[in-house]
């Protein structure tokens, strides 16, 4: 079976080239997945990774007679949205059908949201960040939301038989519907126009910022890989100075922020190619490949793409009072872009290390630990250090895991700090006790205890064991004293051997200096 | 006729004849007064239906085995002292277009011919709740849409007063088995009539509650704005004990009422119509608006008895009515099209692959092709385009604001009466094949219930009495405000009482015994 992409790969122009001559407009579409106990319409349970096709019911298999019930949750978690993307929000508005079949979708309609969003006319500002050797600062820019509406998934279909996963070439298709009917929240953009060179940027940046919001929102996991998040990139080109915009293609199958803004920037290419061999954009679905970086042809898809949009009769108007609505707007937490304006403020970290702090997923693991007693500095060293390396192998098989999947909770590392500023535990000793928290033993100060961890306090027994050392290497004692001061290093290690590492390793090199009668 | 065991049928005993011929009121105090046995009373309707359902064609499932066995478990029961639901051991036909847990339903269309659902329609589970043995699935226009069960995929239902006549649709099944003694109670469904018609023309009683007054989950759906389940009986009484089982809010149904079930039952008492307004809606009844001079003729006379009762009788008008039909015939098609959708031979219902290897869009084709009869593909394609961009504002949309209108008539007409009435359908029960090659003529017996549908107000059919040209019974139609149910039923229960005292006995009592046929 032939298909489009067999034809060889399309054409494109150096991106740098395309800019003097044309300017780019985006418009994103991202679904979000909301993670409701329940489906959008039904009681069925919503978790991923189940058995295909055992979270379904009557409603969401679309039998006969079966009828929907909209899950008050999910309204609440659009409501939120919306009003977090400065959004207005309907007091009256409907749910829609719309019509088409398709062998994943049970009821061949989908229960959505047509001229009567809950959700209309907001912005999102998103801070895109600098070029390295180009830019000194980000940039702000704003994105205009035209609306959010609420809906349900299909089923998911997969292609069994053929080589690429796609329809065409298999022999059948498996569908399963445990996805039919999971809640779903649609935000589009208006038009993003005036990005120029920086709107593959823009495009990620914003569905970033889209994803910290919603999940700060607590809407969502926001997870691209398992599609709990999903963008569809709509890019055209006009000529530099038109008004009118071009033919626009919609990139599907964008799964990751970084295949955002390479799926924009790799379109911009292609329509520039095409546009510049004086031919017209075709008026399409694209989809985006990750491995080799390129779009290829999906179905054709034109206004005239007839839905027969109507009322869903079997669904009441949804309308929240505006009582509900303040009451949602109280639980709105604050911006996540804000946020970190201000933690970055109260922690004193510098620019770098708060992005650092950011790209880990820090944030929220390092103020809990502050909140509970450690230095902003102490909670930031133990997690980007040494909490962060152990992160990297932690897994099965030495794979990496999330900070917060190691199993130290803030409360362990603001105790582990306190053990090591109030001097009981030096460096080493704090690594050993983390492996005991590590491996399940309990508290730090548990695992100090079992383990005997503890600076020795007391100057005599250390005192002791810096005589003998003194003793035994009269050479480099002669070294010292004669000014090589460098040379305590090499005694100090001697002599934590012999305290079996239970000493402050800098009273020992005080203790070596002073009992030598040599300042420091 | 009073003497019932006269009309029994040949070649079988008086006994069951006897028991059949009970109201549904006198079948549940009998049972509670331990005069008869829910199993007696179930057979009784079980040996009848073996013997003139064929004859019929009102039913197209009899589970003799599932209905004594809840009769065996009522009897069971009741011996052992346990309280009873009012209605617990006295049989129900259910129209098969709810869905019943393990009992194949087909909503009349080669479609489903072999679908079994897995769930119950909240009404069947309501009525398995009273404990009222199901007797089968009664026949049906295909997914409701006609008024003549001519549409059936599985052969139309005959009239019992006369076998070449159809008994009205699309719940044609339902009001034949009532009106045949087969069933002392049956479920209907009405969309733009398919309840109140075939009552009309069977001698029946047929009530369309409130729209959002009874579940329709699990309910196949035509139209799902329009739908409505409702009782069909053979008295008035017997129906509001119906009623009363299935009523109430299911949370399971967004546009089911969550407010108090009218007193129906109370109000089936009521004797005296004094001070009650009653008003003849001008556009919907009258021998110039073609109905029937007999049908007419009943109608004038019921309005005397009203009169007699204690009702004022005045004529009010309604001037959207005449667009009913047109707006009707817009959004039913339009809903019933995207309803309809779901039949596409993917997870259930009859499948015709085509040769080849086809895609799944010519499987869904070919299977819709093979298992939608004409009238259903009609109606598809007349809703299709409807809904199509470029005609949806001019037919849905129109279709929609004259709905609008058509409330506004009747909240006005409310505000001069408390009930309305007009004759039910225009005609007595036509030949069967009479109408079938003309949609529009079928179309038209539904114009003086269609209004009820747009407006979602409640509306019941009573007998009126037999036109004298045909000998054939005749609707008086009672239309009352939303969410006032029981005045039907108060209206409805005192014209009863009046013209069975004036006539010597029910409408349905003067229907000829049905002629088997081979
Ligand atoms: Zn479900």
Known sequence: MSTRTSAGPDRTVPYDDLLTRYEPVLGLEVHVELGTATKMFCGCATGFGAEPNTQTCPVCLGLPGALPVVNRTAVESAIRIGLALNCGIAEWCRFARKNYFYPDMPKNFQTSQYDEPIAVDGWLDVEVPPREGVDEEPFTYRVEIERAHMEEDTGKSTHVGGSTGRIHGASHSLVDYNRAGIPLIEIVTKPLTGAGERAPEVARAYVGALRDLLRALDVSDVKMEQGSLRCDANVSLMPTGAERFGTRTETKNVNSLRSVERAVRYEMTRHAAVLDAGESILQETRHWHEDTGITTSGRPKSDADDYRYFPEPDLVPVAPTREDVERLRATLPENPAERRRRLQEEWGYSDLEMRDVVNAGAVEVIEATVAVGASPAAARKWWMGELARRAKTAGEDGSAVGLLDLGVTPAHVAELDDLVTSGRLNDSMARQTLDGVLAGEGSPTEVADARGLELVQDDGALQAAVDEVLAENPDVVEKIRGGKVQAVGALIGQVMKKMRGQADAGRARQLILDTLGVQG | ?518
Request: aromatic fraction near 6%.
């Open chain 2, 1 to 518: 006729m009073s003497d019932p065991t006269t009309h029994a049928a040949s070649g079988a005993g008086a006994a069951d004849a006897d028991l059949t011929r009970l109201t549904a009121v006198e079948m549940a105090d009998r049972l509670a007064a331990g005069a008869l046995t829910s199993v007696e009373l179930t057979q009784a309707h079980l040996d009848r239906i073996e013997r003139i359902d064929p004859t019929l064609n009102a039913f197209l499932l009899v589970d003799a085995e599932g209905a004594l066995a809840t009769a065996r478990e009522v009897d069971a029961a009741r011996a052992a002292g346990e309280q009873l639901p009012r209605l617990a051991g006295v049989p129900v036909a259910v129209k098969d277009i709810a869905c019943t847990q393990g009992l194949t339903t087909t909503a009349g269309s080669r479609m489903l011919e072999d679908f079994v659902p897995p769930y119950d329609a909240t009404v069947v589970a309501r009525i398995r709740q009273a404990r009222m043995p199901i007797l089968g699935k009664t026949n049906m226009d295909e997914f409701a849409m006609g008024s003549s069960t001519e549409h059936s995929a599985f052969g139309p239902t005959r009239n019992p007063w006369d076998l070449d006549r159809i008994p009205g649709g699309s719940g044609g099944g339902s009001s034949a088995a009532v009106a045949a003694y087969l069933a002392p109670l049956a479920i209907g469904s009405d969309t733009g009539g398919s309840i109140r018609q075939p009552a009309a023309v069977t001698g029946t009683v047929g009530t369309k509650p409130t729209y959002g007054a009874v579940s329709r989950y699990g309910i196949i759906a035509l139209a799902s704005s329009l739908d409505q389940i409702g009782p069909c009986a053979r008295t008035v009484a017997d129906a509001a004990l119906l009623h009363e089982v299935i009523a109430g809010h299911d949370p399971m149904d967004s546009t089911s009422v969550d407010a108090p079930v009218p007193d129906v039952v109370g109000a089936a008492g009521t004797t005296d119509l004094s001070g009650l307004r009653v008003g003849v809606v001008r556009e919907i009844s009258g021998s110039d608006q073609g109905f029937q001079p007999g049908v007419q003729a009943r109608f004038d006379e019921a309005l005397d008895a009203l009169r007699d009762l204690g009702a004022e009788i005045t004529e009010v008008s309604c001037p959207h009515f005449a667009y009913a039909m047109a707006a009707y015939y817009l959004i039913l098609p339009s809903e019933a099209s995207s309803n309809l959708a779901r039949y596409d031979a993917m997870r259930y219902g009859r499948r015709v692959t085509p040769d080849g290897s086809p895609s799944a869009e010519q499987v869904m084709g070919a299977s819709r092709d093979a298992g939608f009869g004409d009238e259903v593909k009609r109606r598809i394609i007349l809703g299709t385009y409807a809904l199509s961009s470029g005609y949806y504002d001019a037919y849905y949309g129109q279709a929609q604001k004259v709905r609008t209108l058509i409330a506004r008539d009747f909240e006005a007409a409310f505000e001069q009466v408390d009930v309305l009435v007009s004759p039910t359908a225009p005609t007595t029960a036509f030949r069967i094949g009479d109408k079938t090659e003309d949609p529009m003529a079928m179309y038209l017996n539904d114009i003086a219930t269609i209004p009820a549908n747009l407006a979602g107000v409640p509306g019941m059919s009573v007998p009126s009495g037999t036109a004298d040209e045909d000998g054939l019974p005749a609707g008086l139609q009672i239309l009352a405000p939303a969410m006032q149910d029981q005045r039907l039923y108060a209206v409805g229960a005192a014209l009863e009482a009046r013209l069975r005292e004036r006539q010597g006995g029910y409408v349905i009592e003067q229907a000829p015994e049905i002629e088997v046929r081979a």
